[in-house]
């Protein structure tokens, strides 16, 4: 395993970056989207999936013990206050290893399960551990699906394809999370097949977002959308290909029909983190990060968790933007009918007294 530059601050920015008002985010929210798994949890979880995969020494001019070489070994206790030779490591030895590596991949600052495929993955290759957190944007699914495909794309790793895809499915099932069945190489067991599906079972709220994104994004096909390149059901070409490399639910946009574009936006539905907030602010946040990602990260970031925030911030943000007289109708519009799910809801995310909303309204020249 060779190592590159720290990673601490891949993750950073990717779904809550760090504020970047004079205000410090709110602990309830920080909870919102913290996991139920601990830190310490975590890693005890990710050290005992490699090993149990790593066990044993190897030798040879860069002998191997526990899954750790000796070159990395020598760069991560270079004083060799642990051990000097990896043969002189012992379980409890390793994972004080592993723990220098957990902090550098940048595994502290991920929630579960993240942290743990960012883990195994980076154990591995830290290369492809950077490229697929980069991608995923903290969707531990889509995370696997990308480390997949660019393990396929690596020619040292073509004799043991077969291997190596089953450990990405080892791994998903460990995590509890699901992997294409396509792709399966050995079946779980029904309990366990069971508790894998419960867990990926989406909130009755993604269908009212989607259903709320259909109507302003539409459905009928645009070949240059605002001159970003073809999309269908708001969806852009760059973005399917982005969300689904192998192009499993589509290779184009023009062959995307409603159940299709679902499936992409299920796929953003769990990248912008929508499945850890709380209603409204999951399905105002998911239809913000559709029309501009950027926008919905400094809005989710800034509000604290309060959804009447997070669209002004939203409409303000946009009234800045160049673009803004010649959308402005629409733009508004939308933020209106955003703002109506205000109304009457009782699961405020900042846990205030709830009032009712003012609707935003356009700014009108003088």
Not at 150 to 162: F, H, V
Not at 216 to 228: A, P, Y
Request: hydrophobic residues 35%.
């Amino acid at each position: 395993m060779r190592d590159v530059d720290d990673v601490r601050q891949v993750y950073r920015g990717m779904v809550i970056p760090a504020s970047t008002s004079t205000k410090v985010a709110s602990e309830p929210f920080s909870e919102v989207l913290a996991s139920q798994t601990s830190k310490d949890e975590a890693f005890d979880k990710a050290v005992s999936f490699v090993i149990e995969n790593k066990k044993g020494y190897v030798a040879g001019e860069n002998p191997m013990k526990y899954g750790i070489m000796q070159t990395t070994l020598k760069d991560y206790d270079p004083k060799g206050k642990i051990a000097r030779n990896v043969s002189q490591l012992d379980e409890a030895k390793a994972k004080q290893i592993y723990q220098k590596i957990w902090d550098r991949a940048g595994c502290d600052k991920l929630p579960y399960p993240l942290n743990v495929v960012h883990f195994d993955t980076y154990v591995q290759r830290p290369r492809t551990g950077i490229e697929a957190l980069k991608k995923a944007q903290g969707d531990p699914q889509v995370y696997l699906d990308v480390r997949k495909s660019l393990q396929d794309g690596i020619k040292a790793y073509a004799p043991n394809t077969a291997q190596m895809r089953s450990r990405v499915d080892q791994l998903a099932s460990y995590v509890k999370l699901s992997t294409p069945a396509a792709e399966v190489s050995a079946q779980p067991d029904t309990a366990n097949a069971t508790q894998i599906a419960a867990s990926k079972k989406m909130p009755s709220n993604f269908e009212t977002a989607a259903a709320f994104l259909l109507k302003h994004e539409g459905r009928s096909m645009v070949h240059n959308d605002n001159g970003k390149g073809p999309a269908k059901f708001g969806i852009l070409q760059t973005t399917l290909k982005d969300l689904d490399p192998t192009g499993r639910i589509a290779k184009d946009v023009s062959e995307l029909d409603e159940g299709k574009a679902k499936q992409v936006y299920k796929k953003i539905w769990y990248r912008a983190g929508c499945d850890k907030l709380p209603y409204p602010l999951n399905i105002i946040h998911f239809d913000t990060f559709v029309h501009r990602p950027n926008t919905a990260i400094q809005a989710l970031g800034n509000s604290d968790g309060d959804p009447q925030l997070y669209l002004e911030l939203r409409q303000t943000s946009l009234r800045s933007l160049r673009g803004y007289k010649k959308f402005a109708t629409a733009w508004e519009n939308r933020i209106q009918n955003l703002t109506q799910l205000l109304v009457n809801q009782t699961n405020q995310a900042a846990q205030k007294k709830p009032v009712a909303p003012q609707v935003l309204e356009p700014e009108r020249s003088s």
